[in-house]
Every structure is written in structure tokens, then in C-alpha cells.
């Protein structure tokens, strides 16, 4: 068992400039505290509620900005990818390709994902048992990929509501594949606000902690200088002052897990 | 209050006689029934529960049927896109474009859908609240067209369940849009076969009874010839010797739901 | 397949001339439409969300007032109990006990409720399958009476929701008991109000006139003259003045389903 | 922050003998350990599945051996009770008075059971929303009894499921009382096996260490020599031996979560 790794980073990729700061203060952060990280960020929120929601600065003025966290900070990048042309170019730029909830059975979306040789995080469905997740992890290994993430982000719960069974950890484990548990989007209210979704930042380290004492290879924790004012899912990301105690706290929880 | 439309087909296009077969058989009924007829085919699954799915003709063989049934049979054609790369060319073959539930939120595949001018079908989500769906049909007409239908096919009840909420049909109502009721997929056991969804067939008369009593503007049924052998949906498709009967009987419902 | 029949009456027993007030009008709209009624209503609330919450007249004032409802004006009445102690007093003066949904597995209720040889209404709890409800009749058959009715009230979804599931209906069929609708708690919203449930009455309407469509032996539905300031239940309770055009609708809906 | 404290025993009382063979092991276990010990075993299941279910020795024959417990093995007892007559009853034999689940909401029997002037411990309904619960423990405070304990125990999640939402935990603290998370029935699966209900015992462990590492002031684990074989709640009791290396991790997880 590794020790626990943690994907992170601002819900979306505002600037260049936001962007490098963001990584440079993860960067010091996980330096301090000994732990993996991969920066996360988005270039297009191609989901959200409202048409009228910001969506991010584009693939194109995107692609650069990613090579650069690479090469200047050493950083791995995350991104999430939404159609099959955006596999081949955005691969070159990033070492981890994220397919979204919504789109986990999109079988040719995961398949140009694969061929990619990169990395794929599935994120599970809200609407999926954890169970099947075997067939999503094998439509990427049968295109030849053995390189695949799966990240649980709770279920749907009623409306506007998700709730994370931590039962779905080991379920998810059975695949073979390490699992992530997002404790961002886990405490989303999908469409909670009427125009955009909510959510419960409060409960970022509560299910983060259940999940890492229950056992995962990574945490998924999306963060901002200031929540209240980003541009998307800032109702549950958490400030990034607050973001090394808490990894502290999951470390510890970690190891133990893990002795 | 229009008199109950209805979209019927076999879940995939399995083959050009197999697809004018059903086409033809279709027509007489609704002739015979005076119910106006939209017949549905999908070219593709494009997210079967496993890889292993068959998937259907694809593309390219089949729009020349979709576009031989409109012209040798006179009937409007729907069918189901995923791909935002698909949008321009299908729209030339066929009458309705349908956005599948799970990607009732993807921004761009409803702006293209809308921008062919066609009428677009939206699948409510498993994950979506009734009243989310102004968004949806917002992110529609924002794109400049206003000929949208939504579709009520089930909500994540639990894992590898649906359940049928009869109060989001006038609430779907309220987005302006006339609304469809799936008695197809709401049946649909989501996963629950392993490899394939499960469907409890027996249900389709009772949940479209219960929602035409409500009130729609029509009503989105399955139907095969021999169901048990079908390729796709087998479980929930009804056989197509048990279609007339309950039509007539929803037709019944109608009139009296609309007096 | 005999008609359908109604049960109907005030949440709670508010005073003798309120519930003489309400019996009559009742009497009457059921006369005028040739409904079969059963007078119901409770005389004690005994799992109000809070303890602050108007509890009823309690049982020995109730007791006379149902039996004078029962000979004056001929109706049979039906009301809730809630304690083994209850079933023999209350069986005196009443024709239907019913039990209360929180408390559908509690074995010796069920048992001595079945021992006074009255009909039994059971509701289906919210927590509750609706094939595990064979189980709760079992209990009083086995008991030695037959005269049992099953009432579906609607099933937990997510936190202070409930949904219904049509399908229910000819599961509870199954039982081989007569199924009855609560259109009136199956739009509660349990506890929604902090300190008290709330409701969405304008849905009540909505699911009576899908689950009759479906097929049911009656429907169960609270009215008051005055909903709003009622001690319990307003917000679902219709009120008394629309109650007869619904009835007159559900009826007609009630002949199509059983032709 | 007190350390972790135990409620465990099997599920039923089966016989003198066995209860105190039961108590004596782990006494042993929790002395080893040093962890507090609250002795759990049911006199009477008054909500069996089904009516054949067994139901225990019953109040009479329960109440000698509980004392029994008591003085000679000087372990407290909890048990739960099912209607108002046996408040005072077992409060004379016993230190904790239970309230089910299913009886949360009825406002006499917390009374009743609060009037004894014993600690309550108030399972939360799989129907209620966490936050509901504090109108519940108002009900027993209300009647003077401050001596509360909450215990969450799973959430319906479909027909026959359960989930456990780990934010209910933080949520039931804000009651005041302290919480206890019952692992046992959190993985039971409701009816599940047609006349009795099922379980998942692998996942007990899973469950309780999430809820430990959020913070909790007790777990409740069901334990039995022979968990296949006990004559109710098998299917979710974990083997006695396997009790003590999973309270050694607990405890670790404990004094992490507190420190």
C-alpha cells in the first residue's frame, strides 16, 4: 500500500497567472508535508447547470498554460477531457486524462481516452452502483490501457442531493484499479441554487477523513485562494489556507489505515 | 391540449428490412388508431453497460434508412446523437434530434443539436431534479431554437433502480416545452444484469397509464418483434402484438385526462 | 373489479361539531357521486415531528364522537391507533383500524389489531419494499382475519422527500389484500418545515389521478374547510371545497381503469 | 473528548447461559483493551420481517438476567423496548433504555421512556433526516431526562438498502447528545432475503472505521459465537473473534480523530 496521494487544484483554470500561483503554493505545501500531489484545473466546464455559467479559458489558451506547470513546477497536471477530439491534443499536455461523472459510459469517449497511453481517472457516476464500474474500467483496458483511476463522488440521493457510501470504496477496489475519493464534488447540491449547483464545504474534511481511514491511494480535493468569489463549485471547495492542516490530519489517518 | 402523441421503434436500427419491417407494421397501427406517429431507432449505443454491447449499423449505413423510412413511409424520424461531431449530418436524415439522459447537461451537444434547426428531444437525467430542466431547455433556446420536447425517463432510486416520479410530469410542464413520458427506460434496471441492464417489461402499461392520466403531450414506448432476442433493452421493450391494445387503452386515458 | 371507494375526513379529530360539520358534507358529495366513504380521522397525532405539535382530542373524548358518527349518520369510520392497549376500546367504536406506517412491523400491534376481528388498514412504510409488505399481512391473516387493507403513502427519497412509486400498486396487489392510495401523505414532505412536516397539496391532484389510472380498490384523502389552519397536515390536506370536482374526475378515471 | 466507548453483545437474549457467556467474553475483551463496555441484548423482536422470525425470551424471563448481569459481572445493560408499558419495568433491570428506529418519532413512548430517569439511546429513523433528529431528543429532554444518546444507523437508499451518510454524524452532535454509530444494523439490508432480512458483515468494519475517524462518542457492534447460526441480525453480526483486533484498530482510529 502507497501512501496516500493527492490531485488538487482551483475547479477552473482562470489565468496563467492564477494558474501558476495555485501550483507553486501546492507545490510548496505538498513539499512540506511529504506527498504526492498532481495538480488539477479544468479548461472547460462543459456541464454546468446554466448556459449562463463561466466555463473556463478554452483547450486552446488552455494546452500551453498545462505544458508550462509541467515543465517550469515538475508538476503533473489532471485535466477533464468531454468529447473524443479533445483526447489526442489534450494527452500531449497533461499526464492524466479525467473522464466526468456524467460521461463514464460514454464507451467511445473512453476508448480514445485510452489509446491516448495516458493516464484515465473515471470519476463514477452519480447514477451508477459502484459494482459496475468493472465494465467502465474494462472498456478502458480493453482498448489496451491498464492505466486507469477510478474516483468516487457520491450517489444520487433524492433530488439535489448526493450521499458517498463509503461501502463503495473496497467495491470500487475490486477492479483493480487505485481508488480516488473526490471530497469536493462528493458534497456538491447538484443544481442546488437554482442556476448553479451548491454545496456543503464544511463537509470536505468529515468524508474525507471517513474515506481515507476506510483506505484509498488518493485524495481528490479541488481548492481556491478565496471559495466565495470562484468562478464555479466554489460552495465546496475549500480555502487553501485551510487545505495543510486538514492534509495533515488525512495523512496521519492514512498511515494508520495502511499499518 | 393536443390529442397523445406517440414515438415508437425498436431500440437499435438492427437492419434496413428489419428497420421498414417495424416502421411499416408501426404505421398501420397508428393509422388504424388515428395517433400520430414519430418512429424512433438509434444508430448506435454509445453507452452500453459493457464494452461487449452490440452497438448497432453506426452512422453511415444508416442514415440513408433513417431517410428512406421519412420518404418511402412518409414518417417522422428520431434519433439519438452523442456527439457533437454527429449533430449536422444526422439532422439532414432525420425529423427529431434526442440528447440522451446522461448527457443532459453537456453545453455544446445541446447548442449544436439546437443550431441544426431541428426539433431537439432532451432526456431528463437520472441525476437531474424536475425543475433543473429549465436550465437544460434554456441552454436550447438560448441557442435561438424553441422547438424543444423533454422526456421524463426515470430517477436514481438507490443503485441499479428507477423510480417514476408522477409529480415531475407537471413540473417538466412548466419549462414550456411539451413533455414526453419514456415508459421505456423508466422500467430500465440500470446495471442490473452484470454486464447488461435488467427491465421489468410488466411495467410499461401500468407507468404509462399513470402518466398519460396525469397529462402529457406524448407518450415514448419500445417495442420489437421478439423482444427476448433483441440486441438492445430487451427487458423493457414490449413485444410489438401487445402495442395496439395498449395504445387504445392510453388513447382512452387521454381523451379523458384532456376533457 | 368493484368500484372505487374513498376514504376521507379531517387529519385530526378537532371537536364533536367539526367532526359532525365535516361527516355531513361529506356524506353529502359522496351521496351526490355515489362513492362508497369511509369517514376518517384521528384522534391523536402520536408522532408529531415535534412535541409541540397539537396532538387531537385523545381517546376518551374520541370514543363517543366516533360511535355518534357511526349512528347518526351511518358512516363507517375508520382511525388510527398506535398502542396494543388502544385495539380493543377503539374496535368498539369504530369499523377500520388502521396502522399507522412508522409502525407496519411492529408484530403485536399488528397481531391484536387483527384479534378484534375489525378490518385493518395497514400503510406501507416509507422504509419499507412493497413486496416485503406480504410479510405484514401475513402477520395479520395468520392472526385469523382476512379483512385486511394495504395503503401505499409513499417511499423515502432522500432526506424529508418521499416519492411514489406506481409500480407499488399491483405489487401491494400481489398480497391479495385490497390496495388503497394516500394521496394526501404521499406529498408530505416529512419534517420539512424544521419543527413540522410540509406538503405539497397541488400534487395531490396529480398522483390520485395517476395511481387510479393504474388500478386501485380506494383512495385515501384528507380535506379540511380550511387548510391552512389546520393543527396538522395543512399543507397536504386539500381543501374541502375541491374535493368533489376531483372525485368526480377520479371516478371517471376509476370506470376507464376497470373496463 | 472521551475515548471510544462499546455497546456490543448479540442480538438476542437466547438463554441465561448464554448471555452470560456472551457478557463474560467481552468483559475480557474490553478490560484487555481498556475500553468502556455497555452490555447490548435484546429480551423480545417485535418487528421480525415476518411472523415466524424468532423473538427471544421474552420481558419476564429477561429481566432476572439482566439483573443477574448486572451485579455479578458489574457491566452496564442496555436493552430496547417497544411500547410504553415496559418503560418502567425494564428500567429497573437495566441502565440504558433503546428506543428502535421504526418508534423514533412516537412522542409517548420517549416520554415514557425518559420518565424512568435512565439514559435513552434514540436509534434514528432510517426515514429521518439527521437534522430532524433534534426535535426527537427534545421530546425526552422536554420530559426532564437529559441522559441521551444518538445513534445513526443507515438511511433508506432504495427498496431493501441502506446507506450511511457520514455527515449525519457531525449533524446528530449539534443535538447535544452524545453519538454512537451502529455498525451492525448500518449494513443490514431490510427484507432483503424475502422473510428475513440480510446483511453484509464485511462491511461493518469498513462502516465503523469511517465513523471513528469522523468522531463518534461510541460504536455498537453486534456480536455472536456463531453469527451464521443465531436466530436473528446473522447475516450483519460479526464472529466474536474477530471483535478485538477490530476495536484495537478503532481505538487507534479514536485517539487520531480526538487528538
Not at 449562463?52 to 513546477?73: Q, T, V, W
Not at 467502465?136 to 474516483?151: C, M, Q
Amino acid at each position: 500500500d502507497l501512501p496516500l496521494a493527492l490531485i488538487a487544484g482551483p475547479c477552473q483554470l482562470e489565468s496563467r497567472d492564477h494558474a501558476v500561483e495555485m501550483a507553486s503554493a501546492l507545490k510548496e505545501i505538498a513539499a512540506r508535508l511529504g506527498i504526492g500531489l498532481v495538480y488539477k484545473t479544468s479548461f472547460d466546464k462543459a456541464n454546468r447547470t446554466s448556459a449562463r455559467g463561466a466555463r473556463g479559458l478554452g483547450l486552446e489558451a488552455s494546452l500551453p498554460i498545462f505544458a508550462d506547470i509541467r515543465s517550469s513546477l515538475g508538476l503533473p497536471v489532471l485535466t477533464d477531457i468531454h468529447d473524443i477530439s479533445q483526447c489526442a491534443p489534450v494527452a500531449q499536455a497533461v499526464d492524466i486524462l479525467q473522464i466526468p461523472a456524467f460521461l463514464c459510459r460514454q464507451t467511445d469517449l473512453l476508448i480514445a481516452a485510452a489509446e491516448t497511453g495516458r493516464v484515465v481517472n473515471v470519476k463514477k457516476g452519480q447514477f451508477l452502483a459502484p459494482w459496475d464500474m468493472k465494465n467502465v474500467v474494462e472498456k478502458i483496458t480493453g482498448a489496451g490501457n491498464a492505466k486507469v483511476l477510478v474516483t468516487e463522488r457520491g450517489a444520487s440521493f433524492g433530488y439535489n442531493t448526493l450521499v458517498s457510501d463509503m461501502r463503495a470504496l473496497p467495491e470500487l477496489a475490486k477492479t483493480g484499479a487505485p481508488v480516488i475519493f473526490d471530497a469536493t464534488h462528493s458534497v456538491q447540491q447538484p443544481g442546488g441554487q437554482g442556476t448553479s449547483s451548491g454545496g456543503q464545504r464544511e463537509f470536505v474534511p468529515v468524508l474525507a477523513r471517513a474515506a481515507v481511514a476506510v483506505g484509498i491511494a488518493g485524495v481528490f480535493i479541488e481548492t481556491h485562494q478565496d471559495p466565495d468569489h470562484a468562478p464555479s463549485d466554489g460552495p465546496n471547495m475549500i480555502a487553501l489556507k485551510d487545505l495543510e492542516p486538514l492534509l495533515t490530519k488525512l495523512m496521519a489517518f492514512d498511515r494508520l489505515a495502511k499499518s
